[in-house]
């Protein structure tokens, strides 16, 4: 493996995670081992004491029956018995001075603790004593009793064998550690992995997409956890931006096609013209109608910037405490003299008052837009309705009816669609953007906008705040 990959393998939270859960792992492993050992030595050390005393009681209870000299006779059997280099017998007067012992050759480095010798004398329990010497590699374990008659009794046992046995579980849990940490960071990488394995899906699904395959999805397994979690909102977000793109680009196709109507006719007026050899009253009319194209061009692009702000969550509304019912009434008033210009009348019912937290201007143009279109799409004779009430569930409910020509039902997905326009209204002035802004305004207000439609017989739009 090259440094530069073992580099990367470094940055990688799979290897972060194995490198916690092996630490962890083997601190927790440590502890357990450690204790076990710290056991292990103490049973040792307390089996150890335990002989030792048996030792003092059979030396104590031997001089009590028989006198020193068996007790002397019996250290020298014992020392005979049990090695002369694992264990040794001193007998000492209260003074200190020795004056019966087991052969000391191999223990003529061992001294007497006088401390010990005068807590013994004052009559504390048998006390122990435990001896490192420079020239040995193991400990050793030393008993001061009083036996009787005044006579102190000093045992000492070699810790060879335990200091062997230690040595041993020593070896045996440093390699056990060992392995286990080695095991441990496979199970850890190999967990790591595993777990991770959902988040590399994604980061493959990125990349697909970076190369333009906004397609793809992220597969969710039925899980249900925290990875596929992540999976189903980045499918989400997939969704959300694969229709946004979409949008772009149906928007710009849109844009594309509009925005070459009024162009074509701005070039046509002035070619006209410029080749007719005309008067400053032609300049004047030519000036005068693109002046107008402009306008409408103008009106257009700002529409779609507020309709795109909005859609966006962005939009700038100016809320502020306003009388709906007031608004509602000045746009049936504005409207009236248009509808009665086509024989169409205009029915507006609304309460006295009704105080809503909006933005007056926009609200404004949602409510000019509907009726526009209300007045556009009713032939003579028919009737408008606008109807504005309050309801449990929202603040502000607004309907708006015509007895119009209707939406055919395949049409009634696309109408708030930006620039959509239906076979019906391809022959009347507009962009397409009405009902857009309207469904925009009335979201960025918290509410929304919905249509019933019978083809013939008219429409209703209902807008909840």
Not at 138 to 148: A, F, K, S
Not at 386 to 409: C, F, M, N
């Amino acid at each position: 493996m090259s440094l530069k990959r073992l580099i990367d393998l470094r940055r990688t939270l799979a290897f972060r995670l194995t490198l916690w859960y092996t630490g962890i792992f083997t601190l927790i492993a440590f502890l357990a081992i450690f204790l076990f050992y710290a056991l292990a030595a103490n049973i040792i050390q307390r089996q150890t004491d335990e002989d030792l005393r048996n030792q003092m009681r059979k030396f104590s209870s031997l001089i009590a029956s028989q006198g020193v000299n068996a007790g002397q006779r019996f250290a020298i059997i014992e020392s005979q018995a049990g090695g002369i280099k694992k264990v040794f017998f001193r007998f000492l007067h209260s003074n200190g001075q020795v004056f019966s012992s087991s052969n000391m050759e191999y223990w003529q480095d061992i001294g007497i603790n006088s401390d010990i010798l005068k807590q013994v004398i004052r009559g504390d329990a048998p006390l122990f004593e435990t001896i490192t010497l420079p020239k040995r590699g193991h400990e050793i374990r030393v008993l001061y009793g009083l036996t009787g008659s005044g006579v102190i009794l000093q045992v000492g046992q070699s810790m060879e064998e335990y200091g062997r046995t230690l040595s041993v579980f020593r070896r045996i849990f440093i390699g056990t550690l060992t392995l286990l940490m080695v095991l441990a960071a496979l199970v850890g990488w190999f967990m790591a992995r595993h777990a991770l394995s959902g988040v590399d899906t994604v980061t493959r699904t990125a990349r697909m997409i970076s190369r333009d395959a906004l397609d793809t999805r992220v597969p969710v397994k039925p899980r249900g956890d925290e990875i596929d979690e992540l999976a189903s909102t980045f499918n989400e977000m997939l969704d959300r931006i694969e229709k946004l793109v979409a949008g772009m680009k149906e928007m710009s196709d849109s844009i594309a096609h509009d925005l070459k109507t009024p162009l074509t006719r701005i070039r046509g007026i002035a070619e006209i013209t410029l080749t007719t050899k005309p008067c400053q009253a032609e300049y004047e009319t030519m000036t005068a109608s693109i002046i107008e194209e402009c306008d409408l061009l103008l009106d257009m692009i700002s529409t779609m910037l507020v309709i795109s702000r909005f859609e966006a969550g962005v939009g700038n509304l100016q809320k502020k405490q306003i009388d709906l019912a007031g608004i509602v009434k000045g746009a049936c008033d504005i409207f009236r003299p248009l509808a009665e210009d086509k024989k169409i009348s205009i029915d507006c019912r609304t309460p006295e008052s009704l105080i809503y937290a909006g933005d007056a201007g926009m609200l404004q143009r949602l409510l000019s837009n509907l009726l526009d279109n209300a007045i556009k799409y009713t032939p003579p004779e028919g009737q408008v309705g606008i109807l504005l009430e309050k309801q449990k569930d929202a603040p502000a409910v607004l309907t708006v009816s015509d007895t119009g020509t209707g939406i055919e039902a395949k049409e009634m997905t696309h109408i708030f669609e930006r620039f959509y326009r239906g076979d019906k209204s391809r022959s009347t002035e507009g962009t397409g953007l009405g009902l857009s802004l309207a469904r925009a305004i009335a979201r960025a207000h918290g509410g929304d906008i919905t249509v019933e439609s019978k083809p013939g017989k008219g429409s209703i739009f209902t807008v909840t705040l």
